[in-house]
């Protein structure tokens, strides 16, 4: 009977839980070697496969009314999240390019171009594709803070041209 209950927000909670601790991170998959990063992918994607099999079976067992109701959620959750993916994506951009691109350059560059191409399958920015082109920007190169281009020194003056000069003999 436990089978035919909608889960609750505790239940996903704990769910979510489960699937974080289970992760793992860029630095520990480099670590893993071919075989194991394989083995890695080839786990993630059998995970979303059970996970969309869940999905669905759920939906099938959902009345006509929950049914409206989870697809009004999930049409909702989709709007918010497009609606605030392109705020994300410039706080990104500010951040990554802070002391590797002018200010004035970057802004310029954020008027002209469709932030949603930085906006990955899952709805989050795509950093790799923002750092890449930060680089194009010209980041990447350290900033310069010395003032600007100068001129060479004058030739050094020995201490008879100076009293010549003042006596204006020469």
Known sequence: ????????????????????????????????????????????????AAERELANLRKAAMSDQERAVAEARTAGATEAARAAAPRLVRAEFRAAAAGQVDRQTLDAYLEDVDLTKFIGDDGEPDLKAIAKRIERL?????????????????????????????????
């Not at 100068?150 to 010549?164: F, K, Q, V």
């Open 1 to 48: 009977m436990a089978d035919d209950t909608e889960p609750t927000p505790d239940d996903h909670t704990a769910t979510c839980a489960d699937q974080s601790t289970n992760t793992t991170t860029g630095d520990q998959a480099d670590d893993l070697g071919d075989a194991g990063r394989r083995a890695l992918a080839e786990e993630r994607r059998a995970r979303k």
């Open 138 to 170: 010209g980041g990447g190169r350290p900033a310069d803070f010395d003032g600007g281009a100068r001129s060479t020194a004058a030739a050094p003056t020995d201490m008879n041209s100076l009293i010549r000069r003042a006596a204006g003999v020469s």
